[in-house]
């Protein structure tokens, strides 16, 4: 019995250790009261202030933090809370945190609803150390501040502390990025295949997408993105505007789950770089459409590889049209670069201020034969 019980404790430690933090199978969803839902004790709150480093569930928060309710406010605001009802409102260089369970050397997507409160220039730093990334709110994609935001890491231990950060000073105290709901998503690295060489080229693995049942304005993915970290795995978002991340649950798309809409003109642009061999020539293949989104217009995708240029318009009349394009060019080396822009601005036709645009999907380079 002795002995029993003294194998019980020497194997113990190792017990408790495995059960505390098991690795994450299939992280994909909200964060712990990652909608703001679960309330703080109204003993935490001054008003809408929290008052005290842990008086928001779940987070741990640092400087002045609101938690507040979507609609009208005083003073003749409107806070727009797409997800629910509750948000936070970061004031100058507040933040929050929490920390996640992840695996180590795994691409990890956040998704986050997010819209600026004033007409100032704000901006919100998201960080998982090592790495952090800077999204200005300035533009507003949708009119209704509905926008939501996606940002990818690859974590370095077991442990990932996520921040969202207001690192701006306001003249107006009562200014700061809004931030709705908070979603985390694994992301399955692609690979090219011979009848592919596009890493992802039907955009079937991507960001988290919120399950809004009314509507959705799809995913922006912040400019200035590397394939390495980037929130639709094997894309570079090289532009100096966002583009958006569609779903076929929410929008028209052509094939399978998931597309991308360019939503900013010449600003908004996606690339890749494959492998190809010097002299060979290759089909590039992909398809332009519209997302069904009220976004009408004449269009145009340009498509670059290598030296070959192909611009490819398209009449959209916002019905989820869409037509097949073809580029053959010759490698001129071992790297590839891969480019798609569109020509021109659109908005949707009932609503001057968002911005849309033509929608790319099932890219496909394979080697003429």
């Known amino acids: 019995m002795k002995i029993a019980f003294l194998l019980l404790l020497v194997a113990s430690p190792f017990l408790f250790a495995h059960a505390v933090a098991p690795p994450p199978q299939g992280l994909d969803?909200?964060?712990?009261?990652?909608?703001?839902?679960?309330?703080?004790?109204?003993?935490?709150?001054?008003?809408?202030?929290?008052?005290?480093?842990?008086?928001?569930?779940?987070w741990t928060i640092h400087g002045p933090v609101e938690y507040v309710s979507g609609g009208p406010q005083p003073g003749g605001m409107f806070f727009a809370?797409?997800?629910?009802?509750?948000?936070?409102?970061?004031?100058?260089?507040?933040?929050?945190?929490?920390?996640?369970?992840?695996?180590?050397?795994?691409?990890?997507?956040?998704?986050?609803?997010?819209?600026?409160?004033?007409?100032?220039?704000?901006?919100?730093?998201?960080?998982?150390?090592?790495?952090?990334?800077?999204?200005?709110?300035?533009t507003l994609y949708s009119s209704d501040g509905g926008d939501t935001y996606a940002w990818a890491f690859t974590a370095t231990s077991t442990v990932a502390e996520v921040t969202f950060h207001n690192t701006g000073v306001q003249e107006d105290p009562a200014c700061g990025p809004l931030l709705d709901a908070v979603a985390i998503k694994e992301l399955v690295p692609p690979k090219p295949t011979k009848a592919n060489l596009v890493k992802n080229g039907g955009f079937e693995e991507g960001p988290y997408v919120f399950k809004n049942e009314n509507a959705s304005h799809g995913v922006l993915l912040p400019p200035k993105q590397l394939d390495a970290t980037s929130p639709l795995p094997g894309w570079i978002i090289e532009s100096l505007k966002a583009v958006r991340y569609i779903d076929t649950a929410h929008f028209h798309v052509p094939f399978g789950l998931g597309a991308v809409e360019l939503v900013a003109g010449r600003e908004s642009a996606i690339a890749q770089v494959i492998r190809t061999a010097p002299g060979k020539y290759y089909n590039l293949t992909f398809v332009v459409g519209d997302a069904r989104n009220d976004c009408h217009g004449s269009m145009m995708v340009e498509a670059f590889a290598a030296k070959g240029v192909l611009r490819v318009p398209f009449e959209s009349t916002g019905k989820g049209k869409f037509k097949a394009a073809t580029l053959k060019f010759q490698a001129?080396?071992?790297?590839?670069?891969?480019?798609?822009?569109?020509?021109?601005?659109h908005t949707k036709v009932v609503d001057s201020v968002s911005l849309c645009g033509p929608i790319i999907d099932q890219v496909r380079v394979y080697p003429v034969a």
């Open 29 to 58: 969803g909200l964060l712990a009261n990652g909608n703001f839902e679960e309330s703080p004790k109204p003993s935490k709150l001054n008003g809408t202030l929290l008052l005290g480093k842990h008086a928001l569930p779940k």
């Open 332 to 345: 001129i080396s071992a790297r590839t670069r891969l480019t798609f822009f569109s020509s021109f601005y």
């Open 81 to 138: 809370v797409p997800h629910g009802v509750h948000a936070v409102r970061l004031g100058n260089e507040a933040y929050i945190s929490q920390n996640v369970t992840v695996k180590p050397g795994s691409v990890y997507a956040l998704t986050f609803s997010a819209t600026r409160t004033c007409a100032q220039d704000e901006v919100l730093q998201v960080r998982v150390p090592p790495l952090s990334g800077d999204l200005p709110l300035q």
